[in-house]
């Protein structure tokens, strides 16, 4: 079979707030092969700026539109993923946005693939079976300690085992506040609970900055500390390692290539590498993120606020690895990610999460109750239309 | 005085062909205060994907469009440059075409203040003088090994000390076609001159195959091997390095962020480090790398293929240092490019290239010149034209 279309469906909530919640919009992508089978992903992205990814005029051979790797290639087997995701790295190299279009895409050509070979996508990237996950819980941090306290406790209440919170006030007053809201959600969360803590790269790169928050960290026994600092900031990761004792760094969400994340684990100190699929390249480089992981003893996290689409793609990579027991799971989702897939993953007694083991990522969008969330887009360059009912030039 | 506009400026040669050759199109960007002094500044980027990323609705508050970090800010000092470069960091930290947006807008910036300072942008760098750096001739490999000596005899004729070839069949045949090449080049160029070989990346991440090819440039003294791998492939670059003897390794031109290009610093065993300032973020981005390998011993060099508006924004962040002493020079530019700038960066007779001394960069766009390459853009988005013309929500 052969790449016949790919389409990019655009969707928000009417009205964007200025916080943190990156489910407010989407970027739902569906590829079609010449046999009439629909494979569907997400990117984690900006959707108009990857819809222009897609479309772009061709710059150089380097900088070419992610359509010029994709459309009219054969997709039979999982070597035929690889080699198309292949060609969108080198053929797109200087189009910087590409890997974000790339994501939505790749995720999509596993769910096809899947559906065509009647297997589930961890088992296509050769695990036997779908390990169970804890889920923890994630959302944004209170405004203050008190409401940072109802949510931890509304959380356990909904037995979580694991809850995670991040951005809003957090580094951005003074260290005992920061130190309050810690306290508040451990108290929130109980004592048994996994407590998470997310900067939200707050602190640039300051080391000292973030330094001056983990005692409170430590006394609270959270877990990890996430995103202290940008992706990539290797050296600033590595420097607060050293200090951090029993609270591990966590990163990895803003990387876009496998070579982003594989250096972080390399240089960075990082104890969980988090990786978003609708980011990193989708399943094909977060596999290859997640091998590297196993091997250097670094647990892998799947990064996911959205979608169930999104959490269920970003699954896929560690689903085989029982290590790698924790689960990102967006528990604050907009109604538009809420309402995004006709079944979802929920959480069994136990707070544990499991793939679906029908074929592909063996979960579909509801496209009916996604109908009002469309936003439309045209782009015209030099006087002509170029999306939608995108063509390529012959 | 405060920014009260910017303006992306899409320019294209009438056909683009599918080579290697980045001065097919480009993205000029003004910006104007209020008291109506302009800067000038130039994308190294897909100019529809990197204009989308400037007038692109906000997905939530790290995934806001270039616009809202920009527009309305105050511009009075060299720290208003750092302020607002951070901003758009940390509101667009998400929107990954937003670095390349940056790029443009940030030397625009320096251009703009240094026309209202009445200072070159290298002394408000704290450069005392910009030193003169020894332009190598940067082109593409000849189809075959004759034709590589012709441009290579063509360069040296010119009275270039040093030469650059890069892509074209490079790494895509056999080890002995490419040691073929590289000796040609080396004839053509004769003894004395610096040979330079720029892989483009076609090796991905396999160091063996990137391997193969030193004899071959350890036989020819060529001074470097630039991008065997794709930027951020840190270990494959390290154990490349510690393989190659007098032959240092070159990269860093796909780095969109300081830190990217320090980690290669650090990690890959570079000996140049090279940064285009049209895609790290600009020269503000560009000066923190620069500072940081003059720290660590590694020799920074511009990447510019383009326009001598981007070569005279590349070589600001490195003017003042001596050590620093070679600059890539665009030999084989585009018409677009070469009617650019209605000055332009020539070599004296000692191959030296010298930055103007006139306030800001000491270049202006021909836009008279341009006009023939202008490319309408416009983006609609839910009914509405965002572009061109973006008034952002007040």
Request: proline share 5%; with cysteine.
């Amino acid at each position: 079979m052969k790449i016949e279309s790919v389409d990019f469906h655009y969707l928000s909530m009417p009205v964007i707030h200025d916080i943190g919640d990156g489910s407010q919009d989407a970027l739902l992508v569906s590829v079609r092969t010449d046999n009439g089978l629909v494979g569907w992903g997400e990117c984690e992205a900006s959707p108009l700026v990857t819809i222009a990814a897609w479309c772009c005029p061709m710059s150089h051979s380097a900088c070419k539109p992610v359509s010029a790797s994709v459309l009219g290639q054969k997709l039979e087997t999982v070597a035929d993923i690889r080699r198309i995701h292949d060609l969108v790295r080198a053929n797109s190299l200087d189009l910087l946005q590409a890997d974000h279009a790339l994501s939505g895409i790749d995720i999509a050509l596993w769910d096809l693939l899947g559906k065509a070979l009647d297997a589930p996508v961890f088992r296509l990237l050769g695990s036997e079976r779908a390990y169970p996950k804890t889920a923890y819980a994630s959302q944004l941090f209170g405004d203050d300690a008190a409401a940072t306290f109802a949510k931890a406790r509304r959380v356990a209440d909904a037995g979580f085992k694991a809850a995670k919170f991040g951005w809003g006030p957090y580094g951005r007053g003074t260290v005992a506040r920061d130190a309050d809201l810690v306290h508040a959600a451990r108290e929130g969360l109980g004592a048994d609970a996994n407590l998470l803590v997310d900067a939200g790269t707050v602190f640039g790169d300051d080391v000292e900055a973030a330094a001056l928050r983990l005692p409170a960290l430590q006394s609270a026994r959270a877990l990890w500390l996430e995103e202290p600092f940008v992706s990539g900031a290797l050296d600033a990761y590595a420097r607060l390692a050293a200090m951090s004792g029993a609270v591990k760094m966590a990163g990895g969400e803003g990387c876009h290539h496998a070579h982003q994340a594989i250096s972080m684990i390399q240089h960075a100190g990082l104890g969980f590498v988090q990786i978003d699929t609708g980011r990193i390249g989708g399943i094909t480089s977060a596999k290859q993120v997640a091998d590297h992981a196993r091997v250097h003893g670094t647990r892998f996290v799947n990064h996911t606020f959205t979608t169930h689409l999104a959490l269920c793609a970003s699954l896929q990579p560690y689903a085989g690895s029982a290590e790698d027991s924790l689960c990102e799971y967006p528990c604050e989702p907009s109604l538009l990610a809420d309402s995004f897939t006709t079944s979802k993953l929920l959480p069994d007694a136990d707070g544990f999460i499991r793939l679906p083991e029908q074929p592909g990522l063996g979960i579909e969008p509801d496209l009916a109750a996604l109908e009002k969330y469309r936003v439309d887009v045209e782009i015209r360059v030099a006087g002509k239309t170029i999306y939608p009912n995108f063509k390529p030039i012959p």
